[in-house]
């Protein structure tokens, strides 16, 4: 299983970015899709999820602005971040679960920088 995450870059206070996860080795329609974040001596913390179902979730501090999405024939996921703010810098991951795995599959994630 492979997770590509790519779209990362630096933007301004209050521009936009839109990040890809691009998956091979499973099906994204199948499995929840999340997309988290972490900053330098924080814990990873959960951005936003997709579930095979199409139910979707944001944590409180990206709701309004965020946008998580997923394209069957393209196996892949967006996340588009609008609005952005400088306490949204950090490395973005893409991470697969299923509830029959052990463990999840992680991205190797992708380095968003908004500057002030």
């Known amino acids: 299983v492979q997770l590509q995450a790519s779209g990362g870059g630096l933007v301004q206070d209050g521009g936009s970015l839109r990040l890809s996860c691009a998956a091979s080795?499973?099906?994204?329609?199948?499995?929840?899709m999340y997309w988290d974040r972490q900053t330098p001596g924080k814990q990873r913390e959960f951005v936003a999820r997709?579930?095979?179902?199409?139910?979707?979730d944001y944590a409180d501090s990206v709701k309004g602005r965020f946008t998580i999405s997923r394209d069957n024939t393209k196996n892949s996921v967006y996340l588009q971040m609008n609005s952005l703010k400088s306490e949204d810098t950090a490395v973005y991951y893409c991470?697969?679960?299923?509830?029959?795995?052990?463990?999840?599959?992680w991205g190797q994630g992708t380095l968003v920088t908004v500057s002030s």
């Open positions: 991470r697969a679960w299923n509830p029959a795995w052990s463990d999840p599959y």
């Open positions: 997709i579930a095979p179902e199409d139910n979707i």
């Open positions: 080795g499973i099906m994204v329609s199948n499995n929840y």
